[in-house]
């Protein structure tokens, strides 16, 4: 029963969290996703030109480490980045995921 009392308080607070923090946890999951079928398609199919698996694997991955962050700017309940605006923290993740994705569009070759 301590599992099932677990899991129910912390959906009772994850009910509470804003619609903006549901929807980038779905991000997440979906970038998590992504890396995972890629992944496994690597270890069923094989890895041919690995350059392009490590491309889109760390596309995936570096995708979700900027969700991350931008998840902790927006939350209301993190009190750290209190004086950082949603607009701030939006540009700033858009502007990263522009490196990250140049980056990785150059690797592919």
């Known amino acids: ?3 099932a009392d677990i899991f129910q ?13 549901k929807v980038l ?3 997440l999951l979906y970038a998590l ?9 690597m270890l069923l199919v ?18 979700f480490a900027l969700t991350v962050c931008l998840r902790m700017q927006v939350d209301p309940a993190n009190k750290e980045f209190a004086g950082t605006s949603p607009e ?3 540009a700033d993740y858009c502007l ?8 990785v569009w150059n690797y592919m070759g």
């Open 46 to 63: 094989g890895s041919f030109p690995f350059n392009a698996f490590l491309a889109g694997f760390l596309s995936c991955i570096g995708f």
């Open 33 to 41: 996703a992504t890396a995972g079928v890629q992944f496994a398609y």
């Open 9 to 21: 308080a912390f959906k009772d607070e994850y009910k509470k969290s804003p619609v903006r923090v």
């Open 96 to 103: 990263a995921n522009l490196v990250l994705h140049l980056v």
């Open 25 to 27: 946890d779905a991000f």
């Open 1 to 3: 029963m301590l599992l």
């Open 88 to 90: 701030r923290a939006f």
